[in-house]
């Protein structure tokens, strides 16, 4: 039947706009991405490999440094998430009125976003480098010696650095989107608000953060979504180190690919399980998320 | 705390803590700029003084070590076919998606969407088997065919959304006018998507420019680095001169910077668009 051959030419025709992208999405990164959960169930290291089951992950819960870097990860997540997003916020309220230099403000505050992380890591690694560093040196002046320490070196003032110039490269990218929230928010809703007296923070909690709720779903879960393979602060700023006090489990995946002693079997699981925790997160959060929206 | 009190009070200190937070920002920035024309004694010497002694040799040292003009010539390269690669592929996937409504369609529109949530360390040790397989390890092919498969779904996420505010009378007069599918895709679709297809072009463009992770892994041969590649190895080799590295960092930024400042409108609506509509 002609008409039927045609609607199938035109199906075909709608088909090549689609296959392109999908050819190289699917080949050079979803399938390969995919075949990671056949390879967490053998011993591979490259040359050879031979299928071992669920060793792997059974092998996980008692590596104590596969266990730190989740512990690590854990901690970069909710540190990062929720400063950025309270920071973001602060800021997107405060640059949202127009004064003079909030244009220059708001160009700076979201450039480090377009610099690779590697080069901001440079950066911060001399500012907070122990003795020609900015930091230390202030320190000194003020007299107070005491407060001066390597900040890259001790493990646990490390972590909170990482989170630190994470926070200092992404926060402008929350601000942004903050700033198009909060634009979004019709004026008469706030001068409604004023007739019953509404000011300061009531006005905030009961019509600003409302209002802002899509805004504030969608960077937390960008931010889930981003710090949960947080990986470029942590090889630019400290390389997992001291040790592995720092790393986090993207960083272990590298490591056990590419560093000493490669085991991609191991870390084909260990990758495995970092996807199905970020897709259970994302997932359940942004349910919570949507369904508060609506409430609110 | 009344309206005008807090108008009295709270406005100038919001405003003050926002000039401080901008210090924040600026300082790095100069920090770079006056280490790099430092010579690399006086950095040693006064790392936070204004330069006494303004010189380039930095530079130039910086521009030999990283084989900056071949380096740089190779990052423009993959990043053009790449980026130029993935909008338009993109740009007809999402155009197919959007336009043919039918649960296929659907289906492979989360099909990409999976692609933004997956960790790059889960395709990393697969990706590299996929190279060696097909003999493209240490290649531009190889690096530029995981870019166009890597920077699809957030492109095609983009795009999509912007096809459906394209209006379909127009292509529907074109096609009566016997202008044939792909005619009128290229024709008036993609010129209709000029400033979204800007977006993700420039977004894309930053991705691959900055991107160390990758080429390091599967473009090992430093004939064929990239610049932040290049830069990546100074870590090791030179320790101590941060006025060399700081040269080469301002070598690497400054053309996205200058890329920054003109195309900014384009990157802020491109990410509170995709924000908003997700």
């Known amino acids: ?296 | 705390m009344t309206n005008r009190a807090w108008g009295k009070i709270g406005r100038p200190a919001g405003q003050g803590l926002m000039w401080v937070l901008t210090l924040l920002y600026v300082y790095p920035i100069l920090l770079v700029l006056l280490s790099a024309v430092k010579s690399k004694s006086e950095l040693a010497i006064h790392p936070f003084s204004w330069p006494k002694h303004w010189t380039f040799e930095s530079f130039s040292k910086a521009i030999d070590t990283m084989h900056y003009f071949r380096s740089l010539l190779n990052t423009v390269g993959i990043a053009a076919v790449s980026v130029a690669g993935v909008v338009v592929m993109a740009a007809m996937a999402a155009y197919a998606i959007s336009r043919r409504d039918n649960r296929f369609y659907r289906a492979m529109y989360l099909v990409f969407l999976a692609g933004m949530i997956i960790p790059f360390q889960m395709a990393m040790i697969p990706l590299y088997k996929v190279l060696q397989t097909l003999y493209l390890i240490n290649t531009y092919p190889g690096v530029v065919f995981i870019y166009l498969g890597m920077l699809a779904p957030f492109s095609v996420f983009i795009l999509s959304g912007f096809v459906k505010g394209v209006p379909k009378e127009l292509e529907e007069a074109a096609l009566v006018d016997g202008s044939g599918t792909y005619k009128t895709f290229f024709r008036i679709v993609l010129p209709l998507l000029k400033p979204a297809v800007t977006t993700v072009t420039v977004l894309n463009l930053f991705n691959v420019w900055n991107d160390f992770l990758m080429p390091m892994l599967y473009l090992s041969d430093s004939k064929k680095g990239t610049i932040t590649v290049q830069l990546s190895a100074f870590q090791g080799m030179y320790n101590n001169d941060w006025s060399l590295i700081f040269a080469g960092v301002c070598l690497i930024v400054v053309p996205m910077l200058v890329i920054y400042l003109f195309a900014q409108r384009f990157i802020i609506s491109g990410i509170t668009a995709g924000a908003v509509k997700g």
């Open chain 1, 1 to 296: 039947m002609p008409g039927s051959r045609r609607k199938w030419r035109a199906e075909l025709k709608w088909l090549t706009f689609l296959l392109p992208a999908l050819f190289f999405y699917l080949g050079f990164y979803l399938v390969p991405t995919l075949s990671s959960t056949y390879y967490s169930l053998t011993d591979w290291d490259g040359i050879t490999s031979k299928f071992i089951g669920l060793d792997n992950y059974k092998e996980m819960f008692h590596d104590r440094m596969i266990l730190a870097s989740f512990r690590n990860t854990i901690l970069y997540t909710v540190g990062i998430t929720v400063l950025q997003n309270g920071v973001g916020l602060l800021v997107a309220l405060l640059l949202v009125r127009k004064f003079r230099g909030v244009n220059v403000m708001r160009t700076l505050l979201f450039m480090p976003n377009i610099f690779s992380t590697l080069l901001i890591g440079y950066v911060w690694g001399f500012i907070l480098e122990p003795n020609i560093g900015v930091v230390n040196n202030v320190l000194d002046a003020l007299g107070l010696d005491a407060w001066k320490m390597g900040w890259l070196s001790d493990p646990g003032t490390a972590r909170w650095m990482i989170v630190f110039v994470t926070i200092w490269q992404c926060m402008g990218y929350s601000m942004v989107i903050y700033i198009a929230g909060l634009q979004g928010i019709p004026k008469d809703l706030y001068e409604s608000g004023d007739l019953d007296g509404a000011t300061g923070w009531r006005r905030f909690a009961n019509i600003t953060f409302p209002l802002v709720a899509p805004a504030f779903t969608i960077n937390v879960v960008l931010c889930l979504i981003g710090d949960l393979q947080l990986f470029n602060q942590i090889f630019a700023l400290t390389g997992g180190g001291p040790g592995y006090a720092t790393e986090s489990v993207a960083t272990m995946i590298y490591r056990l690919g590419f560093g000493n002693g490669i085991r991609w079997g191991y870390g084909s699981a260990l990758s495995v399980t970092l996807f199905a925790c970020i897709l259970i997160l994302t997932s359940i959060l942004v349910t919570f998320l949507r369904k508060r929206e609506v409430e609110m």
